[in-house]
């Protein structure tokens, strides 16, 4: 690893290569990666919201795209630096769905059923982003095809996969991984792993 890798890299990372594909290459957890045909598939957004949205493929392809290049922290402690994804940043679909006043925060649901959650606050940073397409090409499904969340400055665990629903709350829910031990705040800079 060079010195200006090293630099780049919260407390307690190691740099890999390239993100592991959920399922066979994933160090401890892996499970499967979920069927999703993307013809039937739909983004539920609602919650806390004025105008609740169904975005079914070509919907998600309409919305305004960007590119992001942003560096990958799992809370094992491996990181992947200088990632390009592409997809509709958060900030633009949440002028879609204008916000209630109460909504604070918003609770990804997945097609694996997991859940995970951030406050809007922390969502509306610019390289947040619903990725579509990773370095250059349509995102794998073992990397969360069709669509997955992409939030640099927490560990992975926030960083949804197969996202089905977005919903906006007024009160924090705790997601599938902060149930089980892990932070629910998350900062890589500041080495938080774990629950208080
Ligand atoms: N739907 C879903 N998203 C998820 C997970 C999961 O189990 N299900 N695991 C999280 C964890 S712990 C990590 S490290 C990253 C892995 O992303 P990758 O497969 O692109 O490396 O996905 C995150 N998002
Ligand atoms: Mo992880």
Redesign the pocket.
């Known amino acids: 690893m060079s010195s200006k890798e090293q630099e780049d890299l919260p407390p307690g990372q190691v740099a890999i290569k390239r ?4 399922g066979k290459e ?1 160090p401890t ?1 892996g ?1 499967s990666v979920p069927k999703i045909d993307l013809e039937s598939w739909i983004l539920v957004i609602d919650g806390e919201v004025e105008k609740p949205l169904k975005l079914n493929w070509n919907d998600v392809l309409d919305l305004p795209k960007i590119e992001s290049v942003s560096d ?1 922290h ?3 402690g491996w990181s992947v630096l200088g990632l390009k994804w592409e997809g509709v940043r958060f900030k633009d679909l949440v002028k879609l769905v204008k916000p209630k006043k109460k909504a604070k925060f918003a609770t990804f649901e ?3 059923r ?1 859940t995970t959650s951030l406050s809007l606050e922390e969502l509306s940073r610019e390289n947040v982003l619903l990725a579509y397409r990773l370095d250059g090409k349509e995102l794998e499904e ?3 095809f069709p669509l ?1 969340l992409v939030v640099p400055e927490k560990y ?2 926030k ?4 996202i089905t629903r977005i919903k906006f709350t007024s009160k924090k829910e705790r997601g ?2 902060e149930s089980r031990g892990y932070s629910d705040t998350a900062d890589v800079w500041k080495n938080d792993r774990l629950s208080k």
């Open positions: 993100l592991l594909r959920w994933h957890i499970g990958f799992c809370v094992e997945c097609a694996d997991y073992g990397l969360g997955r992975a665990y960083s949804a996969m197969w599938y991984w």
